[in-house]
């Protein structure tokens, strides 16, 4: 039997997934607000294939719009959709000890069946998108989506209790049940798991807590953690908490981690409250990495830290404001597929 492994981002890609949005709250109710939003996805899949491939799932009715927008070298494969979070409607893809490639099928249920999400098309692109390349299909019954899980590669995964344990995705399961799935899928085969998220991602239109605006594993042994500095905004205890954890967590080889702080923004809330802006949902691609930013003053603060967390990339700075006015970042709306 063939036993699956979910490498870490940092490993070589064969190209990055992601969607165009097409519909819904993601693009907008006025012409300014679908401008924005396909400048936004547009400048993250342009930023990217500068690195690597980009392939881009979209609405048939949409290929002549998204081309005006996409580098000539973004490949465009049809498909009908309900929304743009293509880390969290994608497959997972990981390698088999015997050097195949495997792409997890997770449940996809509109992040917990929020009311006013829609995923008749969206539970079907893990699916699709696997069928587009030579991965074996791994079904799970797990509701799980990408943005929910963070790995080194080596068995250690971080994760969130009010995800995958959320009454919503699955409310029969427990910590060893997931677990154990995780272990099958992805080879995670030592589980960290946080309370929570941030407070942001708990209104309406949040995941209800997703690991990758929280922290991240750049290399073996080190996390980089969302660090609220200012007290007056109520992440900053999270942070606060979240670190004391992680400093006293092991990964699977028995280590403990070298917990890295990555500033949060300067600018603590919009017109809908506190934010949730977070410098850790970045895309590591090959040879770079694609970094949200805010147009804030803590801007070129995290962007130096990314960049010694990951030594020899290129750190690339795209306007993610557009994405966390629509409830993610730049790691939601792409899916990497690893090298073979």
Not at 115 to 127: L, M, N, P, Q, V
Not at 264 to 282: C, F, M, Q, R
Request: aromatic share 8%; with cysteine; net charge negative.
């Amino acid at each position: 039997m063939t036993v699956w492994t979910m490498p870490p981002e940092t490993a070589p890609h064969d190209c990055t997934w992601m969607a165009w949005p097409s519909q819904g709250y993601t693009l907008g109710d006025t012409d300014a607000e679908v401008e924005k939003a396909r400048r936004t996805w547009a400048a993250v899949a342009n930023a990217v294939v500068e690195f690597e491939p980009v392939r881009m799932v979209v609405v048939p009715d949409d290929e002549a719009v998204a081309k005006k927008y996409l580098h000539r070298d973004v490949e465009l494969l049809p498909a009908a959709l309900d929304d743009a979070w293509m880390r969290d409607i994608g497959p997972t893809f990981v390698l088999g000890d015997d050097g195949r490639l495997g792409a997890v099928d997770w449940v996809f249920n509109g992040w917990g069946a929020q009311t006013w999400a829609s995923w008749e098309h969206d539970s079907k692109i893990g699916a699709f998108v696997a069928a587009q390349t030579p991965a074996e299909l791994i079904p799970s019954s797990l509701v799980n989506e990408g943005g929910g899980i963070h790995v080194d590669g080596l068995g250690t995964v971080l994760l969130t209790e009010t995800v995958q344990l959320d009454p919503g995705r699955n409310p029969s399961l427990t910590r060893a049940d997931v677990e154990a799935e995780l272990a099958r899928t992805i080879g995670a085969t030592h589980a960290i798991w946080l309370p929570r998220g941030l407070t942001r991602d708990y209104d309406e239109f949040g995941t209800r807590g997703h690991v990758d605006i929280v922290a991240t594993i750049p290399s073996p042994g080190v996390v980089l953690l969302h660090d609220q500095e200012d007290p007056e905004h109520p992440d900053h205890a999270v942070s606060r908490e979240l670190r004391e954890l992680l400093s006293d967590a092991r990964d699977a080889r028995g280590e403990r981690f070298d917990v890295v702080g990555v500033p949060a923004p300067k600018t603590l809330a919009d017109e809908g409250g506190p934010v949730d802006w977070s410098y850790i949902n970045h895309l590591v691609v090959n040879d770079a990495v694609i970094a949200c930013t805010y147009d804030d003053p803590q801007d070129n603060r995290a962007l130096g830290v990314l960049a010694d967390a990951y030594p020899g990339r290129r750190v690339v700075g795209v306007d993610a404001r557009p994405l966390f006015d629509r409830g993610g970042g730049i790691h939601c709306i792409t899916q990497q597929q690893p090298a073979v």
